[in-house]
């Protein structure tokens, strides 16, 4: 008798493994780009916390602006990532610091 294959719990034993791997690595992958989301979102904001400053020097008698409003005066620059972040408001206090309204970051 020619014995020359595999059995079928050893192909299942593969299988599992393959799934396992593919989850793993699904899960990392996944994990990465909620990451780099973050990180994207965090750096557009910090680009709107200058645009705001330049803004609130330039228009003195104003404490708040919206991002909304630093793209369309073309203070910032729209990208496809932004649409978190336009509906936001930066306020500027007494002490020259500027807070993004709704999210508690505050500007460096």
């Given at each position: 008798m020619n014995n020359k294959g595999f059995t079928l719990v050893e192909l299942l034993a593969?299988?599992?493994?393959?799934?396992?791997?593919?989850?793993?690595?699904?899960?990392?992958?996944?994990?990465?780009?909620?990451?780099?989301?973050?990180d994207i979102e965090k750096q557009q904001k910090e680009l709107a916390c200058g645009a705001a400053k330049i803004y609130?020097?330039?228009?003195?008698?104003?404490?708040?602006?919206?991002?909304?409003?630093?793209?369309?005066?073309?203070?910032?620059?729209?990208?496809s990532k932004t649409d978190k972040?336009?509906?936001l408001t930066l306020t500027i206090d007494n002490d020259k610091k500027i807070t993004i309204q709704g999210d508690s970051f505050q500007c460096q």
């Open positions: 593969v299988i599992v493994i393959l799934l396992g791997l593919a989850g793993i690595t699904i899960f990392g992958i996944t994990n990465i780009l909620e990451k780099q989301d973050e609130f020097s330039l228009h003195e008698e104003d404490n708040t602006v919206g991002v909304d409003e630093l793209i369309s005066d073309g203070y910032f620059s729209s990208t972040i336009e509906k």
